[in-house]
Structure formats: C-alpha cells, structure tokens
C-alpha cells in the first residue's frame, strides 16, 4: 500500500461519511466526521488485533505524512483561508478581530506552554519548554471552517458575528505560523549547538520579516498578472493561484523564511486587492470558490484523518493523561486568551455581553493542528505533541460543538437569536 493508497482510503471514507452525515445523523459536518472516523479506528484497532496480517494502521505507520501535509495541505489551507478574508467587509470591527487575533494567540501560547511544561513535568514525562511552546502554539489554532458552519445556524448580531468569523478566520494562520516558527528556532539551535536569545531572535525575525516581505511580492506578482486575465480563462486564473501557492512555498524553504506566513500574505493581498474598485476583474468570484471548494474539502479529509489518528499515535496512558489535563488547559487559556484583549479593548469600545462565552467555547479545534504536529518529523516529543492534539481536538469538537448551542441559548436570554435548525 502507497502513500497515494492512504490519501484514497482518506478521500474515500471522506465521502461515506459525508453521505452518512448530510442523511442520516444530520450533524454539523466537522463533528459527524470526527466522530464516524473515531468510531471507525476503534473498530479497525480490534479487527487488527483478530487479523494482524490486515492491520490498516501497520500500512499507516509506514508512511511519512510530513512533506504531503507541509508542503501542500498546510500551504493551501493558509492560503484558502488568508483568501477569505476581506478587511473592509470587517468594517469597524477590524481592530477588534486584529487586536483578538494576534495578542489572543500570544496570551493563549503562553499559557499552554508554561502549564503543560510544569504539568508534563510534574507527570514525570520529559517535555521541553519549546516543544510545550509548539503544542501551545498550534493547538492555538481554531478552525474557520467548522466555526463558521456552526455560527451560520444560528441569528446573532452582526458585530458579534463578525467578530466570531474574522477572529476565526486569522487565528488559524497566526497560530500556524508562530508554531512553525518555534520550529525553526529548535532546528537552528540543534544545527549550531546553541542558540541565545540574540540568535533565536534573529531567527524569529527572519522568519517573520522574510515571509512578510516575500508574502507581500507574491501577492503584488499574482494580483498583476491576473489584471491582465479575462475572467473567463477560468482555468488560466485558478492556476496561477495554484502556481502562487506552490511556488512561494518553495522559494521560501529556499530563502529560509516562514512559507506558511507567505501562503497567509499571498492570500491576504489577493483577498483583499482582488475585491477592491481598481481590481474588480482581477480575480474571477469562481477563484474564491474554487478555493474554498479545496479548503471544505481538505478540511473534511483532515477531520477524517484526526480519526485515523488514533492508528498512529502511542497508546500510553500517561501521555493520553497529559492529553485530558492539555483539554482543560487549552479552555482556560482561549478563555484567558479572549477575557484580557476584550476588558483592555472595553475601555474604549462596547461589546456584547455575550461575547466571551460565545468567543471561548465557540472556539473548535480542527485539523490544521493535527496537520502540524504530524509534520514534525524528528522533532523532540512529538508522540507527545501528537497523542495531545489528538485528545485536544476530538474532546473540542465533539463536546465543544455538541454543547455549543446550550452556550448560545444562555447567550439568547439577554439577546434576541433564532435558532435557524
């Protein structure tokens, strides 16, 4: 069995499960997938244990997922994503979603790691504080998709709304970025046997200033080239945008700076330019969905694979320990996370009263922090760092996004909202 084998084993239980979800259990489709593709590891585990010589995950573990989910799955979803977001439709609530955003993912980095860190520590499990810094930071990352599925069932005020989808659709990228940052500052430290603050710096600003500037070009370089491209190369557009995404993730691994922040800069500017008066016809409405047609459908393909997860992942009960105490952690930091940004910002600004429930626990894990912490070849704890995201993001979706309509009733007392189900 290939690596190609397993992508169509993805690819097809992607579709199964949709059918099964949209027909007969009617969940939102982030939670039916993960829960058919948890169910369905179970009961691969015991079909292996009474017929080993058909153990899927035996063919599972033989394969290095990392250079499929680095430079393809990672890079295309940060584009999709950077790709959606439209600055002015976030009107007056722009610097509350930056503000949530950027300084929400530091706050909740943080947090996770210097928790984990002494927890892992206090467990008798060896964690590093960078690795807990990576967990921290990728676990960070909540899912647009899911996220904004959910939040289109219900009527809620336009701010919070906005506030919800936007913060949603950055967190991702920004979490992503600074995790795989974090990760380049470890590889640089184990390549010239220390690393002080001074060089660790360096290479953070590398990372960041590099793909920034090398985000921006790529962004201007697409955006003038399809100026020139009727709308109706339709196929013409699409790949450009293709080329873009893969190219710059290239070049960038080349310069070494961050290609995720580059994907994420690409998007940003043709997102934001493509829809603007000057360049209306620069980007065809059919490239936005046909990117958010390949974000839907890798994201669906990542949920199933966080249930398969379970084929690949270390089964110990102190690294799955560490796994449940991390759920409530990765809580009360995303909490945290969004209580201080929204007491600073209330100085100045009004927000609902129900923006802090809504915003902590509407906060779904999905499977770009899966996606990351499979990429980490060779990275020191990564079975821990995967067994964790695994136990974070199943209990997040599955119980975050069971109850989440409890916390939007409670949210409905003191504001009008129709459940839309």
Not at 139 to 144: A, L, N
Not at 155 to 182: H, P
Not at 292 to 304: D, H, I, K, R
């Amino acid at each position: 069995m290939s690596i190609f084998d397993i992508i169509a084993v993805l690819i097809f239980f992607s579709g199964v499960f949709i059918f099964i979800n949209t027909f007969y259990l009617k969940l939102p489709s982030s939670i039916g997938l993960t829960l058919l593709a948890v169910i369905l590891s179970f009961l691969v585990l015991i079909f292996g244990a009474f017929f080993p010589e058909f153990h899927l995950a035996e063919h599972v573990k033989k394969y290095d997922f990392a250079e499929v989910l680095y430079r393809f799955v990672l890079s295309v979803m940060l584009f999709a994503g950077a790709l959606n977001v439209d600055f002015k439709k976030l009107g007056d609530q722009l610097v509350p979603v930056l503000v949530l955003s950027f300084l929400g993912v530091l706050i909740s980095t943080f947090v996770i790691a210097t928790l984990i860190y002494f927890t892992a520590g206090a467990m008798g499990i060896g964690l590093s504080f960078i690795a807990s810094m990576v967990f921290g930071a990728l676990i960070s990352s909540t899912d647009p998709v899911a996220i904004t599925k959910t939040i289109q069932r219900f009527k809620m005020s336009n701010e919070l709304e906005t506030k919800i989808s936007g913060e949603a659709l950055l967190n991702g990228g920004i979490a992503i970025v600074l995790a795989l940052v974090l990760v380049n500052i470890y590889k640089e430290e184990a390549a010239v046997g220390s690393l002080n603050f001074t060089g660790a710096a360096w290479v953070f600003v590398r990372d960041l200033g590099g793909g920034l500037i090398a985000g921006l070009f790529f962004g201007w370089l697409g955006y003038s080239v399809l100026k020139y491209i009727d709308n109706d190369a339709v196929e013409v557009e699409v790949l450009v945008t293709l080329a873009l995404v893969m190219s710059g993730s290239y070049i960038a691994d080349l310069l070494s700076v961050s290609s995720m922040l580059v994907a994420v800069m690409t998007g940003l500017v043709l997102g934001n330019f493509g829809r603007s008066k000057d360049g209306e016809n620069a980007v065809g409405s059919y490239v936005y969905r046909f990117w958010q047609l390949l974000e839907e459908t890798l994201a669906a393909m990542l949920f199933v694979l966080i249930g398969f997860e379970m084929l690949v992942i270390p089964l110990r009960l102190d690294y799955f320990a560490l796994g449940f105490f991390a759920v409530n952690i990765a809580l009360f930091a995303r909490w945290l996370s969004v209580f201080i940004p929204i007491r600073l910002m209330s100085m100045s600004r009004s927000f609902d009263d129900g923006t802090i429930p809504v915003l902590s626990w509407g906060a779904l894990r999905g499977g770009l922090p899966v996606a990351v912490s499979l990429s980490l070849t060779n990275f020191p704890g990564q079975e821990i760092i995967v067994t964790m995201t695994y136990v974070v993001v199943v209990c997040s979706v599955l119980y975050q996004g069971l109850t989440l309509t409890k916390v939007m009733r409670v949210y409905n007392e003191n504001h009008p909202m129709k459940w839309l189900d």
